[in-house]
């Protein structure tokens, strides 16, 4: 760990892999080297990312860098969510429980069914006619 990163995080959702650093600063949060706000294009994922510094009263008190790979932008937001939660508890254990109880350090495992043979999808059927 470097001197300025006060923590690391995995995070996954679906098929998204982020992998994401905490460091003091200004609140600025960065996600493949773009800012948070151009990267996802949507207010509700923006919103949804930072759950885990509002719940703990810290927004603009860390400044987050993510790499992401894998997934679209509602996994890779999740998964970015997931490992701000983790690098917070990293660098300081008593944000645990706010973070638990927030349901935000819970790893979202639902991930998409596989095609079965015989199918159309996952679980639809062919068309049924009698005649």
Request: hydrophobic content about 35%; some cysteine; overall charge positive.
């Amino acid at each position: 760990m470097a001197a300025n990163n006060l923590g690391y995080g995995t995070g996954r959702r679906k098929c998204a892999v982020a992998r994401v650093w905490l460091e003091n600063g200004d609140g600025s949060i960065t996600i493949n080297g773009r800012e948070m706000d151009a990267y996802l294009g949507r207010k509700v994922l923006s919103a949804h990312l930072v759950e885990p510094l509002e719940a703990i009263q810290a927004e603009g008190k860390y400044n987050v860098k993510a790499l992401v790979k894998g997934g679209g932008m509602t996994g890779q937001a999740g998964a970015v969510r997931l490992g701000i939660a983790r690098a917070l508890v990293e660098y300081d254990e008593t944000m645990r429980k706010p973070l638990r109880d927030a349901g935000l350090l819970t790893r979202d495992a639902r991930v998409k069914e596989r095609k079965k043979y015989g199918r159309k999808k996952a679980r639809r059927g062919f068309q049924f006619v009698k005649r």
